[in-house]
């Protein structure tokens, strides 16, 4: 609504708005109506004292006054998506387009969501708002401030940097998303404050986790906190900061994302999270069932909500987890399985993946990587494809001492390279949940935990790599000549 007046200004258009609440009512103006080219009679509403054309809410209606007037103007028409499924409406909308292209005079209308009939395909052009950027959130912050200010007695221990810190924090929402979160952040520190920044952060993480399909992720991991896989590590150390003025002027372009192949329980997931923590970057979750939507051209609209949401957090990354879930079905018979929908979600992401200018890492997971479309693993789209196998025995000695440490032992205290060597082919995860039945068997016998507790953990272990050992291998083979390894090459020896 501020943009179309602040446009029609300059070009000295009146502007009307209409509603099926008030009718047609000129904005800014207590004139009457029909005093500016409406036929008939005019009555006062109750919105602000403005004067709308007499039973002007029936939208039909409304269309053959405006067929009817002579003014140079625009007419916004809100909510008008509601009522075009109405062949009369649509008949006078087409009627009334086709007349106006020849003068001063154009239809607005405003929706959430927009199905163009057939009839008027011709008449329409598409205006899709983004998402504020941060020069207008700073905007919002004072308008906030001043509007509150009124009528409270406020405080700002600010400067402009905790102010740009504060508008950082609110990219990815709308602007009235925006408004309610910085309105309730000063509210409730009766100013802006160093703890606004984190006020806001909460705000915006329930509000994204009430829309649905994202949810904000608490980043606290970095790559130190995962064991081995140094290849990964060393090809995100050289990607860092790669979305920074300075590495743009060098002539480098963000990086667009990975893939993370490989052996369930081996980290995978861990990794995609250690991406955002180790770039201090915000971290979104991709929620898959969230998107999908029972009515036809919602699930399209939704994944393109997330594609925008995730542009206007950036930079950040984005985690898809179970990447092979979100496009099941988008082979040739995705017309039969589910009317075609996976088939345009995964032209979606692949035209978003390839075309996207905002710096949005990908940070995606697979375990069933047959199941993934060839065109999406292709070089382009993600940068690199990494296969995360079962961890050796370096890399297990490593987990080992992470796993203690992180339950308030001293590693030093325990024989590392004996443990590492009794979990042979046990993944990550399977490490960590052999120490974990080690502490409930040291707890129960009021004992404190020794590697022999540990070792007797893993004796009652059947690993994963013994359970569907044909089904790792094939994947071994898989990757081999496709993947990129995600640790680096195992000293002969070392020990498997």
Same mark, same amino acid.
């Given at each position: ?18 509603? =099926? ?298 985690? =898809? ?176």
């Amino acid at each position: 609504m501020r943009l179309v007046r602040a446009a029609s200004a300059p070009l000295n258009l009146a502007v009307f708005e209409w509603s =099926i609440a008030s009718g047609l009512v000129r904005c800014g103006s207590d004139a009457v109506v029909h005093e500016h080219g409406f036929p008939g009679s005019a009555h006062t509403t109750d919105t602000g004292g403005a004067v709308a054309l007499y039973h002007s809410q029936d939208p039909a209606q409304a269309l053959g006054n405006l067929e009817a007037l002579s003014i140079e103007a625009v007419f916004i028409l809100k909510d008008f998506h509601r009522h075009v499924e109405d062949p009369v409406v649509v008949r006078r909308l087409r009627d009334v387009g086709q007349k106006f292209s020849a003068n001063r005079r154009t239809i607005v209308i405003t929706a959430p969501a927009f199905t163009v009939p057939a009839e008027l395909r011709g008449l329409i052009e598409f205006v899709e708002l983004p998402l504020p950027d941060t020069p207008r959130l700073r905007q919002i912050i004072d308008e906030v401030a001043a509007r509150l200010g009124q009528t409270r007695t406020l405080h700002s221990s600010l400067d402009n940097t905790g102010l740009d810190a504060v508008a950082t924090s609110l990219r990815g929402l709308t602007e009235e998303e925006a408004d309610r979160a910085i309105s309730q952040a000063v509210v409730t520190r009766y100013g802006l404050v160093p703890a606004t920044v984190t006020d806001v952060l909460d705000a915006k993480k329930d509000l994204l986790r009430r829309a649905g399909m994202l949810e904000f992720v608490d980043a606290s991991e970095n790559m130190a906190a995962i064991g081995g896989l140094e290849n990964l590590k060393g090809w995100l150390a050289q990607r860092r900061g790669a979305w920074d003025d300075d590495a743009r002027q060098f002539g480098l372009e963000p990086a667009r994302g990975v893939i993370i192949l490989g052996v369930q329980g081996c980290g995978k997931s861990l990794c995609a999270r250690a991406v955002a923590g180790e770039w201090k970057l915000p971290l979104v979750k991709f929620d898959t069932a969230a998107v999908f939507d029972k009515y036809i051209g919602e699930t399209e609209k939704r994944i393109q909500q997330v594609f925008r949401v995730a542009e206007g957090l950036s930079p950040c990354v984005l985690w =898809i987890d179970e990447l092979e879930k979100v496009f099941a079905g988008s082979g040739p018979d995705s017309a039969s399985v589910d009317a075609g929908v996976s088939s345009r979600i995964l032209a979606s992401f692949l035209s978003w993946m390839q075309d996207r200018k905002a710096p949005v890492f990908v940070a995606a997971t697979c375990n069933n990587v047959t199941a993934l479309p060839p065109e999406l693993i292709r070089k382009g789209r993600f940068d690199e494809l990494f296969f995360v196998d079962l961890p050796n025995q370096a890399e297990r000695k490593q987990i080992f001492a992470i796993q203690l440490a992180n339950r308030k032992r001293n590693p030093a205290e325990f024989d590392l390279d004996q443990i590492a060597v009794a979990a042979n082919r046990f993944s990550g995860a399977e490490i960590d949940a052999a120490v974990q039945s080690a502490l409930y068997a040291a707890f129960a016998s009021k004992q404190p935990l020794t590697t022999e507790t540990i070792l007797a953990a893993l004796a009652r272990t059947v690993p994963l790599s013994t359970t569907r050992a044909e089904e790792i291998q094939a994947l071994r083979i898989w990757a081999k000549q496709r993947a990129v390894p995600a640790s680096a090459p195992v000293v002969i020896g070392e020990g498997a």
